[in-house]
């Protein structure tokens, strides 16, 4: 029998620690604390299904990628991450994947998925095994201390350097990619944008690069970087480092519900004291979100939902004690801070309705909270242990507030409000306004009167926020 000889795991340790970033565990956590309390903050309500970060040190760069890193929420679950750089040190055909370990920071050990890097090699020759390609490749490695981070849950890191600089081997990666590019898995792209024009150059040159890619259309990316090389901007080099990993994502989101957000912008000559403004590097940090899609609860967070709910009630009914929560058995939006609603109905008649919206909590633990509370609704008469057979649950799962500035956002029967002033808020879930039939401003009028306690027209000088609830029941 032939003897294969034991193939010793290597994992590729950080190159770039103490050089781009700080190279020590505690340092690099409050430089990264330090620069995502004054990055921006998260901008939309849906999860992004990819990002676009620049990759240059952190002490010109950071504050603009911490800000497309905050567009994800930290208890946040991806079954993968996946982070495309061009690389800056070699070329070559195609796109090299990482395959005999996992990836390596001062903040510990990222798990490369190694099955799924197998099999991409296997399957389309578009990807190729050659870890040197990753060795001394930075834009790949500055993104990850932001991913262990921001994210709480663990992933699996599927790290990919593009040598190529031909855009069809872009559209072959992309199609390779398709399949992954679902929404249990988050994309993240390194680029800089503009280098080594003046600074006011830079500015107008990167922001008509970022329109190109938020138009979602490859073509009019490569297109705006001819055309940009045209205009003889002094000291241009590139218009886009990373272009062929950014056209790979637009070739992944081309004629797809799905849109592309401006985050954030900067360039190094920003960066006190460091910052040389006649001669710059740009950085843009930008997010892609599913356009026009309803917040959604999966069936098996359903499951698990209305049997915690339905748990509580009985424990409490027959106890008169609130439990201690029992703990989540998934790993999805169960773990989130989301705010919900719980109904219970009794033989179709409303016998309670209690909810809160998101704080500290944990969707597991509040909903079973809110369920004993429903269960003894003051306004209406107790629950018995013998209605338990009869009764049914109404579960509205909220998504996070947003505040609007005219009430001409609010689309009845998508959106629920609440509306604030001083210590007094009212809340109306998006269901009543289906059931109850109400104009916009009947529905405004009579929470802002029945609800918060501020009269009809007490709508017209507070705070009014919209959320949207998914509602199931069982």
């Not at 309705?353 to 944990?362: L, M, R, V, W, Y």
């Not at 079973?368 to 209406?380: K, N, Y």
């Not at 001083?422 to 609800?451: I, M």
Request: charged fraction near 25%; aromatic fraction near 10%; hydrophobic fraction near 35%.
């Amino acid at each position: 029998m032939e003897h294969i000889p034991f193939q010793k795991k290597k994992n590729r340790a950080p190159a770039f620690a103490g050089k781009f970033y700080p190279g020590s565990n505690n340092a690099l956590k409050n430089q990264l604390k330090e620069l995502f309390a004054v990055a921006r903050p998260k901008s939309n309500n849906q999860r992004p299904r990819a990002i676009i970060a620049p990759h240059a040190g952190y002490v010109f760069s950071g504050k603009t990628a911490a800000s497309a890193f905050n567009q994800i929420s930290q208890d946040a679950y991806f079954k993968r991450v996946f982070v495309l750089a061009s690389s800056h040190q070699v070329t070559f055909g195609g796109a090299a994947v990482f395959s005999t370990g996992n990836y390596e920071t001062p903040l510990g050990e990222l798990k490369v998925d190694t099955e799924l890097v197998s099999e991409l090699i296997k399957s389309d020759e578009i990807f190729r095994e050659y870890n040197e390609a990753h060795e001394y490749e930075h834009s790949l490695e500055v993104q990850l201390p932001l991913l262990q981070y921001q994210l709480k849950n663990d992933f699996l890191l599927v790290p990919i350097v593009l040598g190529t600089n031909n855009p069809d081997d872009a559209e072959k990666i992309a199609k390779a990619l398709a399949p992954y590019f679902t929404p249990e898995n988050l994309f993240v792209i390194s680029t800089d944008f503009s280098h080594y024009p003046e600074y006011n150059d830079a500015i107008e040159n990167d922001l008509e690069t970022a329109e190109a890619i938020c138009s979602n259309n490859p073509r009019e990316l490569l297109q705006v970087i001819e055309e940009n090389k045209k205009k003889r901007i002094d000291n241009l080099a590139t218009s886009l480092c990373g272009w062929t990993s950014v056209l790979t994502l637009l070739y992944l989101t081309q004629n797809k519900k799905l849109e592309y957000k401006k985050i954030d912008y900067s360039n190094s000559g920003d960066s006190a004291p460091y910052g040389d403004k006649s001669c710059v590097v740009g950085y843009w940090a930008l997010a892609v979100y599913p356009k026009d899609m309803t917040f959604q609860v999966s069936e098996e967070d359903q499951k698990e939902l209305l049997e915690k709910a339905r748990n509580s009630i009985l424990n409490f009914l027959k106890t008169g004690k609130r439990d201690k929560p029992e703990p989540p058995q998934t790993n999805g939006i169960v773990n989130s801070k989301a705010g919900v609603f719980v109904s219970i109905y009794v033989n179709g008649e409303l016998r309670g309705c209690i909810g809160n919206f998101a704080q500290e909590e944990n969707l597991n633990d509040l909903i079973q909270r809110m369920a004993v509370s429903a269960a003894c609704d003051h306004r209406f008469k107790n629950l018995q242990p013998d209605e338990i057979a009869d009764m049914e649950l109404e579960i509205s799962v909220l998504s996070p507030l947003q505040k609007i500035e005219s009430v001409d956002e609010i689309e009845l029967g998508k959106h629920g409000i609440y509306i604030k002033k001083g210590l007094n808020s009212g809340t109306f879930l998006p269901q009543v306004a289906k059931k109850t039939g109400w104009s916009l401003e009947e529905f405004l009028g009579h929470c802002a009167r029945d609800k918060a306690g501020l009269g009809w027209d007490g709508w017209k000088d507070a705070e009014i926020y919209t959320y949207e609830a998914f509602i199931f029941r069982g």
